[in-house]
Nanobody, 124 residues
């Protein structure tokens, strides 16, 4: 089992920045592909970004390319999402997810574990 805990969400003005963190426990973090998703009420969950177990491959959703950066620290068992130039449409609950795979991860990956989410609100 893997437990995932997100943090770093909050309220920010448009154009601002936030950094989300996801701490994993329960299974060797370095063996997991990791990803970020987001969801707003009434909408389907949206893929945001993903990173391979060793950090050598990343994948971004079109709506965040060039603004968000995913990274990981396998020593600290932590994944990050640096969010810049935030827009009101980035407002959502952001979820951390983990996949038991060494392959490149992306929107088609089956993620096995999920966190509880952290709210990000971007005001106009």
């Amino acid at each position: 089992q893997v437990q995932l805990v997100e943090s770093g969400g909050g309220l920010v003005q448009a154009g601002g920045s936030l950094r989300l963190s996801c701490v994993a426990s329960g299974r060797t973090f370095g063996y997991l592909g990791m990803g970020w998703f987001r969801q707003t009420p009434g909408k389907e969950r949206e893929f945001v970004a993903a990173i391979r177990w060793n950090g050598d491959s990343t994948y971004y959703g079109d709506s965040v390319k060039g603004r968000f950066t995913i990274s990981r620290d396998n020593v600290k068992n932590t994944m990050y999402l640096e969010m810049n130039s935030l827009k009101p449409e980035d407002t959502a609950v952001y979820y951390c997810a983990a996949a038991r795979t060494f392959a490149v991860v992306g929107p088609a990956t089956t993620f096995d574990y999920w966190g509880q989410g952290t709210q990000v609100t971007v005001s106009a």
